[in-house]
């Protein structure tokens, strides 16, 4: 059976920097694409970051991009999403997910986390 469990997540003053981890067990972690989500109260989810089975690629919104680093440890079975520079607008649940698709979009992940709380304060 496969489990995502996500840590780390919590209050952060706007300006600072957290990171987040998630532990996955049950499966064979190079078989899958990265992927971690947010979802922030009142809207969609949305991907924030995401790296290939490879690991040789990844992607980050522009929304993002410069704040946020995904990261993997296959050893461990442990991806990670450290971000920098918080805004009170990346204040969400954090949702670490898996996907044999290299399509990061919600209807094509296998496997997704219960999420974590990131709140930004001002």
């Known amino acids: 059976q496969v489990h995502l469990v996500e840590s780390g997540g919590g209050l952060v003053q706007a300006g600072g920097t957290l990171t987040v981890s998630c532990a996955a067990s049950?499966?064979?972690?190079?078989?899958?694409?990265l992927a971690w989500f947010r979802q922030a109260p009142g809207k969609e989810r949305e991907v924030v970051a995401g790296m290939s089975k490879s690991g040789l690629s990844t992607y980050y919104p522009d929304s993002v991009k410069g704040r946020f680093t995904v990261s993997r440890d296959t050893a461990k079975s442990m991806m990670y999403l450290r971000m920098f520079s918080l805004k009170p607008e990346d204040t969400a649940v954090y949702y670490c997910?898996?996907?044999?698709?290299?399509?990061?979009?919600?209807?094509?992940?296998?496997?997704w986390g219960k999420g974590t709380l990131v709140t930004v304060s001002t």
């Open positions: 997910a898996l996907t044999t698709s290299s399509v990061l979009a919600e209807d094509q992940i296998d496997y």
């Open positions: 049950g499966v064979t972690f190079t078989d899958y694409s």
